[in-house]
Protein backbone atom coordinates (compact mmCIF):
# COMPACT_ATOMS: atom_id res chain seq x y z
CA UNK A 1 0.00 0.00 0.00
CA UNK A 2 1.32 3.23 -1.27
CA UNK A 3 0.52 6.51 0.72
CA UNK A 4 1.20 10.10 0.12
CA UNK A 5 1.69 12.64 1.95
CA UNK A 6 -0.60 15.79 1.75
CA UNK A 7 0.72 19.36 1.98
CA UNK A 8 -0.83 21.60 5.18
CA UNK A 9 -1.77 23.49 2.26
CA UNK A 10 -4.00 20.94 0.98
CA UNK A 11 -5.19 19.82 4.18
CA UNK A 12 -6.20 23.47 5.31
CA UNK A 13 -8.13 23.66 2.16
CA UNK A 14 -10.15 20.70 2.59
CA UNK A 15 -11.97 22.01 5.76
CA UNK A 16 -12.81 24.90 4.68
CA UNK A 17 -9.94 27.35 5.82
CA UNK A 18 -8.04 29.88 3.81
CA UNK A 19 -4.21 28.12 3.10
CA UNK A 20 -2.85 31.31 2.02
CA UNK A 21 -3.45 33.39 4.66
CA UNK A 22 -3.20 30.83 7.43
CA UNK A 23 0.31 30.04 6.22
CA UNK A 24 1.43 33.50 5.55
CA UNK A 25 -0.05 34.82 9.39
CA UNK A 26 0.82 31.94 11.33
CA UNK A 27 3.74 29.95 9.60
CA UNK A 28 3.30 25.75 8.92
CA UNK A 29 3.60 25.03 12.45
CA UNK A 30 0.88 27.35 13.64
CA UNK A 31 -1.63 26.47 10.41
CA UNK A 32 -0.87 23.03 11.83
CA UNK A 33 -2.79 23.78 15.03
CA UNK A 34 -5.19 25.69 13.83
CA UNK A 35 -5.91 22.52 11.94
CA UNK A 36 -5.94 20.60 14.69
CA UNK A 37 -8.25 22.71 16.08
CA UNK A 38 -10.60 22.50 12.95
CA UNK A 39 -10.78 18.35 12.95
CA UNK A 40 -11.81 18.58 16.94
CA UNK A 41 -14.24 20.98 16.29
CA UNK A 42 -15.98 18.73 13.15
CA UNK A 43 -16.38 16.23 15.86
CA UNK A 44 -18.46 17.74 18.78
CA UNK A 45 -15.84 21.03 19.61
CA UNK A 46 -18.58 22.81 19.23
CA UNK A 47 -20.97 21.22 22.07
CA UNK A 48 -17.75 21.06 23.97
CA UNK A 49 -16.97 24.44 24.02
CA UNK A 50 -21.11 25.43 24.48
CA UNK A 51 -20.94 23.61 28.04
CA UNK A 52 -17.47 24.92 28.85
CA UNK A 53 -19.40 28.72 27.97
CA UNK A 54 -22.07 27.86 30.57
CA UNK A 55 -19.79 26.77 33.17
CA UNK A 56 -17.77 29.64 32.63
CA UNK A 57 -20.95 31.74 33.15
CA UNK A 58 -22.63 29.51 35.93
CA UNK A 59 -22.78 30.41 39.79
CA UNK A 60 -19.84 29.56 42.06
CA UNK A 61 -21.59 27.12 44.15
CA UNK A 62 -22.80 25.34 40.80
CA UNK A 63 -19.26 25.08 39.50
CA UNK A 64 -17.89 24.54 43.20
CA UNK A 65 -20.08 21.41 43.16
CA UNK A 66 -19.89 20.17 40.23
CA UNK A 67 -16.04 20.26 40.23
CA UNK A 68 -16.46 18.59 44.00
CA UNK A 69 -18.93 15.66 42.28
CA UNK A 70 -15.95 15.15 39.21
CA UNK A 71 -13.26 14.51 41.66
CA UNK A 72 -14.53 13.01 44.46
CA UNK A 73 -17.58 11.54 43.16
CA UNK A 74 -16.25 7.61 42.30
CA UNK A 75 -16.27 7.36 45.99
CA UNK A 76 -20.03 6.86 45.73
CA UNK A 77 -19.71 4.11 43.98
CA UNK A 78 -17.25 2.27 46.20
CA UNK A 79 -19.89 2.99 49.34
CA UNK A 80 -22.76 1.75 46.81
CA UNK A 81 -20.59 -1.41 46.12
CA UNK A 82 -20.43 -1.51 50.03
CA UNK A 83 -23.77 -1.85 50.97
CA UNK A 84 -24.58 -4.22 47.94
CA UNK A 85 -22.31 -6.97 49.02
CA UNK A 86 -23.60 -6.30 53.03
CA UNK A 87 -27.13 -6.90 52.28
CA UNK A 88 -26.14 -9.66 49.68
CA UNK A 89 -24.67 -11.52 52.30
CA UNK A 90 -28.12 -12.04 53.97
CA UNK A 91 -29.31 -13.32 50.67
CA UNK A 92 -26.88 -16.01 50.31
CA UNK A 93 -23.90 -17.30 48.88
CA UNK A 94 -24.73 -16.50 45.42
CA UNK A 95 -25.96 -13.29 45.84
CA UNK A 96 -22.40 -12.75 47.76
CA UNK A 97 -20.53 -13.60 44.91
CA UNK A 98 -22.69 -11.48 42.64
CA UNK A 99 -22.04 -8.75 44.65
CA UNK A 100 -17.92 -9.37 45.25
CA UNK A 101 -17.76 -9.47 41.26
CA UNK A 102 -18.47 -5.65 40.92
CA UNK A 103 -15.27 -4.06 41.89
CA UNK A 104 -13.47 -6.58 39.83
CA UNK A 105 -15.44 -5.87 36.54
CA UNK A 106 -14.81 -2.25 37.30
CA UNK A 107 -11.38 -2.77 37.30
CA UNK A 108 -11.81 -4.78 33.58
CA UNK A 109 -13.63 -1.92 32.52
CA UNK A 110 -10.59 0.36 33.44
CA UNK A 111 -8.27 -1.62 32.04
CA UNK A 112 -10.30 -1.84 28.53
CA UNK A 113 -10.66 1.82 28.79
CA UNK A 114 -7.13 2.75 29.19
CA UNK A 115 -6.00 0.48 26.31
CA UNK A 116 -8.27 1.98 23.99
CA UNK A 117 -6.72 5.41 25.12
CA UNK A 118 -2.94 4.31 24.13
CA UNK A 119 -4.20 3.64 20.94
CA UNK A 120 -6.42 6.30 20.02
CA UNK A 121 -4.08 8.71 22.43
CA UNK A 122 -6.49 11.52 21.88
CA UNK A 123 -5.41 15.63 22.92
CA UNK A 124 -7.53 16.83 25.62
CA UNK A 125 -10.02 19.07 24.72
CA UNK A 126 -8.56 21.95 26.48
CA UNK A 127 -5.08 21.48 24.82
CA UNK A 128 -6.48 20.83 20.94
CA UNK A 129 -9.11 24.11 21.86
CA UNK A 130 -6.86 26.40 23.93
CA UNK A 131 -9.86 26.89 26.20
CA UNK A 132 -10.09 27.71 29.98
CA UNK A 133 -11.81 25.31 32.26
CA UNK A 134 -13.03 24.89 35.68
CA UNK A 135 -10.28 21.54 36.15
CA UNK A 136 -6.78 22.28 35.46
CA UNK A 137 -5.84 20.51 32.07
CA UNK A 138 -3.96 17.61 32.36
CA UNK A 139 -0.47 16.96 31.51
CA UNK A 140 0.47 15.83 28.05
CA UNK A 141 -0.06 12.34 27.10
CA UNK A 142 -3.00 12.12 29.24
CA UNK A 143 -5.04 11.63 26.85
CA UNK A 144 -8.76 11.85 26.57
CA UNK A 145 -10.97 9.33 24.58
CA UNK A 146 -12.55 7.15 26.43
CA UNK A 147 -12.91 8.88 29.50
CA UNK A 148 -11.83 6.50 32.39
CA UNK A 149 -14.29 8.64 34.60
CA UNK A 150 -17.49 7.91 32.84
CA UNK A 151 -16.59 3.94 32.30
CA UNK A 152 -15.67 3.02 35.51
CA UNK A 153 -19.13 4.88 36.76
CA UNK A 154 -21.01 3.10 33.87
CA UNK A 155 -19.38 -0.35 34.81
CA UNK A 156 -20.39 -0.01 38.45
CA UNK A 157 -23.95 1.07 37.92
CA UNK A 158 -24.65 -1.70 35.21
CA UNK A 159 -22.75 -4.49 37.54
CA UNK A 160 -25.11 -3.26 40.88
CA UNK A 161 -28.06 -4.14 38.70
CA UNK A 162 -27.36 -7.51 39.02
CA UNK A 163 -27.15 -6.65 42.89
CA UNK A 164 -30.22 -4.93 43.42
CA UNK A 165 -32.03 -2.98 41.01
CA UNK A 166 -32.18 -0.22 43.29
CA UNK A 167 -28.48 0.02 44.37
CA UNK A 168 -28.03 -0.22 40.23
CA UNK A 169 -30.62 2.56 39.85
CA UNK A 170 -29.15 5.19 41.95
CA UNK A 171 -25.94 3.91 40.41
CA UNK A 172 -27.07 4.89 37.06
CA UNK A 173 -27.78 8.23 37.84
CA UNK A 174 -24.34 9.04 39.35
CA UNK A 175 -22.93 7.69 36.54
CA UNK A 176 -25.10 10.17 34.10
CA UNK A 177 -24.20 12.99 36.69
CA UNK A 178 -20.46 11.66 36.63
CA UNK A 179 -20.37 11.45 32.49
CA UNK A 180 -22.13 15.32 32.08
CA UNK A 181 -19.95 16.52 35.08
CA UNK A 182 -16.71 15.17 33.05
CA UNK A 183 -17.59 17.95 29.93
CA UNK A 184 -18.81 20.75 32.33
CA UNK A 185 -15.31 20.84 34.01
CA UNK A 186 -13.91 21.13 30.59
CA UNK A 187 -11.88 17.03 31.12
CA UNK A 188 -13.60 15.23 27.88
CA UNK A 189 -15.66 16.04 24.66
CA UNK A 190 -19.03 14.81 24.65
CA UNK A 191 -17.89 11.69 22.49
CA UNK A 192 -15.02 10.68 25.28
CA UNK A 193 -17.97 10.07 28.05
CA UNK A 194 -20.36 8.62 25.47
CA UNK A 195 -17.63 6.52 24.54
CA UNK A 196 -17.08 5.95 28.16
CA UNK A 197 -20.30 4.80 29.07
CA UNK A 198 -20.32 2.42 26.22
CA UNK A 199 -17.18 0.37 27.40
CA UNK A 200 -18.51 0.28 31.16
CA UNK A 201 -21.96 -1.03 30.15
CA UNK A 202 -20.28 -3.39 27.41
CA UNK A 203 -17.70 -5.14 29.78
CA UNK A 204 -19.97 -4.94 32.86
CA UNK A 205 -22.35 -6.92 30.87
CA UNK A 206 -20.30 -9.54 29.30
CA UNK A 207 -18.56 -10.26 32.54
CA UNK A 208 -21.87 -10.48 34.48
CA UNK A 209 -23.74 -12.67 31.82
CA UNK A 210 -21.00 -14.81 31.77
CA UNK A 211 -20.72 -15.41 35.62
CA UNK A 212 -24.65 -16.18 36.03
CA UNK A 213 -23.64 -19.22 34.49
CA UNK A 214 -21.46 -20.73 36.64
CA UNK A 215 -22.63 -18.61 39.94
CA UNK A 216 -23.97 -21.50 41.94
CA UNK A 217 -20.48 -23.54 40.68
CA UNK A 218 -18.23 -20.47 42.26
CA UNK A 219 -20.45 -20.38 45.14
CA UNK A 220 -20.29 -24.01 46.47
CA UNK A 221 -16.59 -24.02 46.11
CA UNK A 222 -16.07 -20.76 47.85
CA UNK A 223 -17.93 -21.18 50.71
CA UNK A 224 -15.78 -24.01 51.73
CA UNK A 225 -13.04 -21.77 51.74
CA UNK A 226 -11.74 -19.78 54.26
CA UNK A 227 -13.57 -16.63 52.03
CA UNK A 228 -17.07 -18.40 53.69
CA UNK A 229 -17.23 -15.22 56.33
CA UNK A 230 -17.52 -12.93 53.01
CA UNK A 231 -20.34 -14.44 51.35
CA UNK A 232 -22.32 -15.41 54.43
CA UNK A 233 -23.97 -13.58 57.43
CA UNK A 234 -23.02 -14.92 60.77
Request: aromatic share 6%; proline share 5%.
Amino acid sequence: MVTTAVPLSSQLVVHGLGARPLLAAFGEHRAAEHLGYAKAIVVDGRAYLDVVGLARHAPAWLNDTVSAWSTYGLALFVVLMTIGWWLARRAGAAASVTALAVPAVVAVAYGVDTALKLVVREDRPCQSLRVATLEACPAPGDWSFPSNHAAIAAAAAVALLFVSRRLGAVAAVAAAAMALSRVWVGAHYPHDVAAGVVVGVLTALVVMSALRGRLRTLALRLTGTRVRPLLVAP
